[in-house]
């Protein structure tokens, strides 16, 4: 059983940064793949990034490459994710999500078994 708890949202403005934090419960979580995921009003949750079990290996949406950074701290159960050059059409509810069953290339919302509750995201123009 794993838990996550996000942290790090709130409002900024387009141009501006932010970094979202995952805390993670289970002993476990090393061996997971893990991503972030966000939900826009009135849209379906879409795949943000994703970072393989290590660390080593990296995965982005088109919208967010070069502008967004994922990576995790095994020793200390987090992920993260860094948010540079953000736009009005980021704003959303950032979701972290585990996939148990996965140790890299999980990008699709079926893969991941655990999620947090999210975390709001507001970018102004």
């Known amino acids: 059983q794993v838990q996550l708890v996000e942290s790090g949202g709130g409002s900024v403005q387009a141009g501006g940064s932010l970094r979202l934090s995952c805390a993670a419960s289970?002993?476990?979580?090393?061996?997971?793949?893990m991503g972030w995921f966000r939900q826009a009003p009135g849209k379906d949750r879409e795949f943000v990034a994703a970072?393989?079990?290590?660390?080593?290996?990296?995965y982005y949406a088109d919208s967010v490459k070069g502008r967004f950074t994922i990576s995790r701290d095994n020793a200390k159960n987090m992920v993260y994710l860094q948010m540079n050059s953000l736009k009005p059409e980021d704003t959303a509810v950032y979701y972290c999500?585990?996939?148990?069953?996965?140790?890299?290339?999980?990008?699709?919302?079926?893969?991941?078994?655990?999620w947090g509750q999210g975390t709001q995201v507001t970018v102004s123009s």
């Open positions: 289970g002993r476990t979580f090393s061996s997971y793949a």
């Open positions: 999500a585990a996939a148990s069953f996965y140790r890299s290339g999980a990008t699709m919302i079926g893969e991941y078994d655990y």
């Open positions: 970072i393989s079990w290590s660390g080593g290996s990296t």
